[in-house]
């Protein structure tokens, strides 16, 4: 595939893999994804579900995993969310609940395609995608396998850490914030405008302030380019509530891996260690010394694609119809 159908898999060499953007249904909307599958088959091959982050960035985030992932044999699918990328919804709204639908929904739209298993499905994420893929996984048993890169475990938490003493100022701004919406919401004459009222919108790095650093400032940048528009100040409100660690329980007999360097600043490791201590077995939790949160999707991705293919090959490619 060319740039033009805004697929980068970055592969340098491997078997050849096949990329095409395919549509499907969530709750009445349409979706956006890119199907990353292995050009050679002996039959139909396991897949898994792609969850991209918070900025809603899937190029930037899953797809040279995806890539990689589909040269060892596994066929991914790399969703646009609601309201992101080329799909329909209220625009950049980032609710967990319809995000775990949405990985839900394209699990069923695998399942239907004559290349793929759908017995052995499994869901992957990065960053906050990292943290649906585990939310997912929780709610969904036809999802074998998980793997979560860089998640957060509780947003309220990873929320305090990234504000730090602003946070006040920040929960103020979402009361009146809500405030606004309620009274907007009720008599907008489009359907985004009615779902979700006339909230503030804002650049990511209202939501997510971070240090400054090279690759956080060339992502930051990348961002602004691909959504301009902003977010809607409403996702803080939606993430203070969503709690992983609480659901990773529920995974268990199911498979979890999770991957964070240890020099990650955007969300810190002890997110994933969180994680890893209320999920069940099987599980594993790899920790590179460092990488930072773009690592394991960007510099690091060959040792992450070596981790998860490993961790895959035992717990998704032999599933198998097993339950």
């Excluded at 893999?17 to 395919?22: H, S």
């Excluded at 489009?190 to 790095?205: C, K, M, N």
């Excluded at 010394?289 to 773009?294: A, F, I, R």
């Excluded at 490993?310 to 717990?315: E, Q, T």
């Amino acid at each position: 595939m060319s740039a033009d159908d805004g697929i980068q898999l970055n592969l340098s060499g491997g078997p050849e893999v096949d990329a095409e953007i395919v549509h499907f249904q969530s709750d009445g909307l349409r979706l956006r994804g890119v199907l990353v599958t292995p050009r050679e088959r002996a039959g139909a091959v396991p897949a898994l579900v792609a969850s991209h982050g918070w900025s809603g960035a899937v190029n930037f985030r899953v797809l040279p995993l995806a890539g990689r992932l589909a040269q060892r044999g596994y066929a991914v699918l790399a969703i646009d969310h609601r309201g992101f990328g080329d799909s329909e919804g209220a625009r950049l709204r980032c609710d967990p609940a319809e995000q775990v639908r949405d990985v839900s929904a394209a699990a069923t739209y695998l399942a239907g395609r004559p290349e793929i298993d759908g017995s052995a499905l499994g869901v992957m994420g990065a960053s906050f995608g990292g943290a649906i893929a585990v939310a997912a996984a929780a709610a969904d048993e036809r999802l074998k396998a998980c793997l979560s890169l860089v998640p957060l475990a509780d947003g309220r938490r990873w929320l305090e850490e990234l504000h730090g003493a602003d946070l006040p100022a920040l929960l103020a701004r979402l009361e009146r914030d809500d405030a606004e919406r309620a009274r907007n919401g009720s008599g907008g004459d489009d359907a985004e405008g009615a779902r979700t009222g006339a909230g503030e919108r804002v650049p990511l790095s209202v939501l997510m302030p971070l240090p400054p650093s090279p690759a956080l400032d060339a992502e930051a940048a990348f961002i602004r380019s691909v959504y301009p528009e902003g977010y809607p100040l409403e996702n803080a409100r939606l993430a203070l509530d969503f709690s992983p660690e609480s659901l990773a329980p529920a995974i268990a007999p199911r498979a979890l891996c999770l991957i964070t360097p240890v020099d990650d600043t955007v969300i810190s490791a002890d997110h994933s260690r969180a994680v890893y201590a209320r999920a069940g077995e099987p599980k594993e939790l790899h920790l590179p010394p460092e990488g930072g949160h773009g690592g394991p999707m960007g510099p690091l991705v060959d040792t992450t694609a070596e981790i998860a293919g490993a961790f895959l090959d035992k717990h998704l490619r032999l599933s198998g119809g097993a339950s």
